[in-house]
Structure formats: C-alpha cells, structure tokens
C-alpha cells in the first residue's frame, strides 16, 4: 500500500475547494494500493511524511512567498526527513495573487535541499480567481496518484 500526503494551506473558501478536489479526484481513481492523507501544514509532521511515498504541497503566496504554515511545517520536519526521504516524489500548487515567483523560488530552495524529486512543474494559479483552478489542480493530483499507484514515479 502507498500513501500520499497532500499538505494545503488553505485560509479561502477557493483554497479549500483546491484542496477537496484533489482529495476528491485521487479517492475516485479507486486506486487500490494507493491511499491519501489530507492535512494542513499545522497538522502534518515529520511521522506523516516519513509515512508517505508521494507528497503534494499546497500554499498562498503571501507577501511574495510561501504561507507561515507551509514554512512552519518544512521547519518541523526539515532535518528529521532530511537523510531518510531523499528522492521524494513531490508536486506543488501554488495560489498566488500576483506572478507567484518568490514563493515557488523559496519551495525550490526548500525542496533541492531536502533533495525531493519535482515530478511536475510547480502549478502557479495566478491572478483574479479562476473555476479552471479546480481542474488543473485535479489534474496534477490525478496525475501523481497514477503514478505512485503505477510505480512510474
């Protein structure tokens, strides 16, 4: 059985249906060596990502970088994760009301430094909120579930 972790900040009622979509679209797959765990940055740990054979990392651009709680988690489970989880399968979503580049700059420092493997570019939802968010988010997810499930990735 593998596990995949979806860690979303999510403040906005648009962030969180981000968030339950992806939830959605990777259990209606009906993927049976394939489960998801859902958690905000404040709730997820070190055990959790230990845990996991795939992550999906989900934040708001505040003030040109990730959210304080995405940040907050990668500070908790940073040096514990460190050695052991090197080559994780990773993808991110970034909600940003701007252009998005400080934040996805910062999860690329974080994440090449945790040596986690990018297994598709970083999704930036950008700009004046768009229903074609949901979709593009589903999509990701989808695609990193099959793959896990697959063992492609």
């Not at 090449?112 to 979709?135: D, N, S």
Request: proline share 4%; glycine share 8%.
């Amino acid at each position: 059985m593998k596990t995949l972790l979806l860690v979303f900040h999510s403040p906005s009622q648009n962030t969180q249906a981000m968030r339950d979509a992806m939830a959605l679209v990777v259990k209606q797959e009906n993927l049976a060596n394939l489960t998801i765990i859902v958690k905000s940055p404040f709730e997820a740990n070190q055990d959790d990502v230990l845990g996991c054979d795939g992550i999906i990392l989900g934040t708001t651009e505040n003030l040109g970088y990730m959210s304080g709680a995405l940040k907050d988690f990668f500070d908790r489970i940073y040096y514990p994760c460190l050695e052991v989880k090197q080559g994780l399968p990773v993808a991110a979503v970034v909600r940003a009301g701007h252009d998005g580049t400080g934040t996805c700059r910062a999860l690329e420092t974080i994440l090449t430094g945790l040596r986690w493997r990018f297994v598709q570019e970083i999704l930036v939802c950008k700009g004046p909120w768009q229903p074609e968010f949901i979709e593009s988010c589903e999509q990701l997810a989808q695609a990193l579930a099959i793959g896990l499930s697959e063992g492609i990735v």
